[in-house]
């Protein structure tokens, strides 16, 4: 598509004066997929004038504002300026960093996601009350609260809209993931699982693990998302989010919404995952033979948990060089995904201090997170991955270990028992793998 040819002056008389024309220039020869065309956009700082370029494309049916299609990074500073005509235009930042900072993501995954959610976040705007925002900029301020933890008054503040509006992009963003990507975060089936478990078996030896479960929170406090005064009571209170992960640490169930104060297992006897697994619903494959033994399909979690058929637990007190040991460092080691995605989740600015919002708002924050956490992953994108173990001991301080005797000494736990015997002479103390850089010894 052509469009008319503009060109673009632009001056400065006092340092609280600044005047922005923005033309438009021909391009023929695009074949760009979302019809981008560049954008010049000016901007006057105290006492100059400081220039820089975004882009802008025209629809038939209203003005939007899209990200150019270019693989580099984008290269103008990271900051929101408003048109004359009120509709604000995102510019980019020159830095990759300092972009992957503001919104934990690589400009093209950006550019990407906001495509493939732009039908979803432009439909629903309040009714009566249409905001005029381009996708782009709703998922920038969406985006922006989630990455930095931003009250909505600095929202509202750093992109010229009201707080009501910074508000609403925010929740909108959250409820189109929660409600429309969730399948996002999915238990795999069929052979995806048995590419998950042939992972953790090149990892540590031990066969049929399906995926590591692990427990933290979330606390949260009551008010309503703006700054508290001092003569403000606030109300703390916790959520507990269970998460099952794989080798790579991409989330493949998440059971979030349960109050905090539940230890581990009673969170997971409260979950749907617990109910689906003992109905045969999930983890039913064939079982592997180990030293005759018949091991189904399980998962590993901490001491918090109880040892069950299906859930493979550490063993207690064990000796030096025995086989319960090898198997509690492989065990450690087949861990350390679980602790790398949690660590990830609470390095989401708003996830990382208590949330102020109402319960079930920080609950779909975590979503969120959590579905964007998947993303990345899935685009390759390292943004908001932590990689460093130390990093993992800000989960300890949230996990919650209850001892469940209602399993204790029965049969259940007996015949669990066996299969992490057997399991135990597979296990290799210190494999060789892509986490080998970190000693066994380390994760305790």
């Known amino acids: 598509?052509?469009?008319?040819?503009?060109?673009?002056?632009?001056?400065?008389?006092?340092?609280?004066?600044?005047?922005?024309?923005?033309?438009?220039?021909?391009?023929?020869?695009?074949s760009e997929k979302y019809n981008l065309f560049p954008l010049i956009s000016h901007f006057l700082a105290s006492q100059q004038v400081a220039t820089s370029v975004s882009f802008l494309s025209i629809s038939r049916k209203r003005k939007r504002t899209l990200f150019s299609e270019q693989d580099s990074e984008p290269a103008h500073e990271d900051r929101f300026s408003k048109l004359e005509d009120g509709i604000l235009q995102l510019s980019l930042t020159q830095s990759p960093d300092s972009f992957k900072n503001s919104f934990k993501m690589k400009y093209s995954t950006f550019r990407w996601l906001s495509g493939l959610l732009e039908p979803l976040l432009d439909c629903r705007d309040p009714v009566g009350s249409p905001l005029n925002l381009s996708?782009?900029?709703?998922?920038?301020?969406?985006?922006?609260?989630?990455?930095?933890?931003?009250?909505?008054?600095?929202?509202?503040?750093?992109?010229?809209?009201?707080e009501s509006v910074t508000r609403f992009c925010v929740r909108q963003l959250c409820r189109v993931?929660?409600?429309?990507?969730?399948?996002?975060?999915?238990?795999?089936?069929?052979?995806?699982?048995?590419s998950i478990s042939e992972s953790f078996e090149e990892l540590t030896g031990l066969p049929n693990c399906c995926g590591?479960?692990?427990?933290?929170?979330?606390?949260?406090?009551?008010?309503n998302g703006?700054?508290?005064?001092?003569?403000?009571?606030?109300?703390?209170?916790?959520?507990?989010?269970?998460?099952?992960?794989?080798?790579s640490s991409r989330i493949l169930s998440i059971v979030a919404g349960i109050r905090g104060d539940k230890g581990d297992s009673r969170v997971l006897k409260s979950s749907t995952l617990y109910k689906d697994i003992e109905e045969k619903k999930l983890l039913n494959s064939s079982p592997v033979f180990v030293n005759g033994v018949a091991v189904d399909q399980y998962l590993i979690g901490d001491g918090g948990y109880p040892l069950l058929p299906w859930l493979m637990v550490p063993f207690v007190d064990t000796k030096p060089g025995s086989i319960e040991e090898n198997f509690n460092l492989a065990h450690a080691m087949m861990r350390i995904p679980a602790l790398k995605t949690i660590a990830s989740l609470k390095n989401w600015g708003v996830l990382?201090?208590?949330?102020?919002?109402?319960?079930?708002?920080?609950?779909?924050?975590?979503?969120?997170?959590?579905?964007?956490?998947?993303?990345?992953l899935m685009r390759d994108d390292d943004s908001g991955l932590c990689e460093e173990l130390r990093d993992y001991s800000l989960h300890d301080q949230?996990?919650?270990?209850?001892?469940?005797?209602?399993?204790?000494?029965?049969?259940?736990?007996?015949?669990?028992?066996?299969?992490?015997t057997a399991l135990a002479t597979k296990a290799r103390s210190c494999p060789d793998s892509s986490f080998g850089r970190d000693s066994c010894s380390s994760v305790q």
Not at 177 to 194: I, M, Y
Not at 366 to 374: D, E, Q
């Open 398 to 420: 949230s996990s919650q270990y209850y001892s469940d005797n209602s399993l204790e000494e029965n049969l259940i736990e007996k015949s669990a028992s066996v299969i992490r």
């Open 135 to 162: 996708p782009d900029v709703r998922l920038g301020i969406g985006l922006f609260r989630l990455v930095t933890g931003s009250d909505y008054a600095e929202l509202a503040n750093r992109f010229g809209v009201a």
């Open 226 to 247: 703006s700054k508290p005064c001092k003569d403000d009571k606030l109300i703390e209170e916790s959520v507990a989010v269970q998460l099952v992960v794989d080798s």
């Open 212 to 223: 590591v479960i692990d427990c933290t929170r979330f606390k949260i406090v009551k008010n």
């Open 352 to 376: 990382s201090r208590p949330i102020q919002e109402e319960f079930k708002t920080a609950v779909a924050f975590i979503g969120a997170c959590s579905i964007l956490h998947n993303v990345l």
């Open 1 to 30: 598509m052509n469009s008319q040819k503009l060109s673009a002056l632009l001056s400065s008389l006092t340092s609280q004066l600044f005047l922005l024309i923005l033309l438009l220039f021909p391009d023929s020869n695009s």
């Open 177 to 194: 993931l929660c409600t429309n990507f969730r399948f996002w975060v999915a238990f795999p089936s069929g052979e995806e699982v048995n």
